[in-house]
C-alpha cells in the first residue's frame, strides 16, 4: 500500500541553524502539506501546496519557513533559521485531489532545536 | 471559543464494549470531517471520513454527523486493547480551503 515518507526521523540542529525537511508524497496524489506538533500539543496546519505553489499557509508559517517541490517526487519544508520553539513533530501529508481531502500523513521528522 | 473541541479523557472502557469518541467543532461552514488515529510518538493515521449527516459504517468504526448541531462522533464496537490510542477530530472547511483543523485529541484507553 502506498504511503508518505520523510526524512530524516529526527534532525537534531543548533539554534539559527537552517534545516531542510523531506517528503515523499504518494505518487498519484497531487495536495501536499506540512503539519507540526509541538509535544503535548494539537496537530497543527502550517502550509499547503498544488500546481508548485502555496495554496493556502497558516500564521506560523512565516518568511523563515519555505517549501519546495525540487522534482517529480520529492517536497521538501526549509526553515532558514531554526529558533527553539520551533522544536515539534513535523509531519508531511498529500490527497489525490481536492473534493474529498482525504489527506494521508507520513511518519513524521522529530526536529530537536538546542 | 475553540474550533475543533474533544474532551481530552482518558476515556477508560473494558474489552468488547463501545467507545463512544465526541467532536464540536465552531465553524458551520465546515464540510468535511476526518477521524485519525494516534499513537503515542507516531503519525496520525485516518480511520474514518465523513462529509453527509448520518452515519457511515467500516468495520468496528461509525461515523456520526450531525452538521446541525455541528458534532461530529465516532464509535468503536468491539473495543480491543489495541485500540487504545488518541482519537483526533479533524475539519475541514472547503471552498478551496484545503487545511485540516484538529483537535487535542481524545485518549482512548480499553482495559482487558
Known amino acids: 500500500e502506498p504511503e508518505v515518507t520523510q526524512t530524516p526521523s529526527h534532525q537534531v540542529t543548533q539554534m539559527g541553524q537552517e534545516v531542510i525537511l523531506r517528503c515523499v508524497p504518494i505518487?498519484?496524489?497531487?495536495?501536499f502539506y506540512w503539519y507540526r506538533q509541538i509535544l503535548g500539543q494539537k496537530v497543527e496546519f502550517l502550509v499547503s501546496f498544488y500546481n508548485n505553489e502555496i495554496s493556502e499557509k497558516s500564521e506560523i508559517f512565516d518568511d523563515q519557513f519555505s517549501v519546495e517541490r525540487p522534482d517529480g517526487s520529492n517536497f521538501t519544508l526549509k526553515i532558514r533559521s531554526t529558533k527553539l520553539e520551533d522544536s515539534a513533530m513535523y509531519f508531511c501529508?498529500?490527497?489525490?485531489?481536492?473534493?474529498?481531502?482525504?489527506?494521508?500523513f507520513g511518519p513524521g521528522t522529530r526536529l530537536t532545536v538546542l | 471559543q475553540k474550533e475543533v473541541e474533544q474532551n481530552s479523557g482518558p476515556l477508560s472502557v473494558p474489552e468488547g464494549a463501545i467507545a463512544s469518541l465526541n467532536c464540536t467543532y465552531s465553524?458551520?461552514?465546515?464540510?468535511?470531517f476526518f477521524w485519525y488515529r494516534q499513537y503515542s510518538g507516531k503519525s496520525p493515521e485516518l480511520i474514518m471520513f465523513i462529509y453527509s449527516n448520518g452515519d457511515k459504517e467500516d468495520g468496528r468504526f461509525t461515523a456520526q454527523l450531525n452538521k446541525a448541531s455541528q458534532y461530529v462522533s465516532l464509535l468503536i464496537r468491539d473495543s480491543q486493547p489495541s485500540d487504545s490510542a488518541t482519537y483526533l477530530c479533524?475539519?475541514?472547511?472547503?471552498?478551496?480551503?484545503?487545511?485540516?483543523?484538529f483537535g487535542s485529541g481524545t485518549r482512548l484507553l480499553v482495559r482487558p
Open positions: 465553524d458551520r461552514g465546515s464540510q468535511s
Open positions: 505518487s498519484n496524489h497531487l495536495y
Open positions: 479533524a475539519v475541514n472547511r472547503g471552498d478551496s480551503s484545503y487545511k485540516l483543523i
Open positions: 501529508a498529500s490527497s489525490r485531489d481536492s473534493s474529498y481531502n482525504e489527506q494521508f
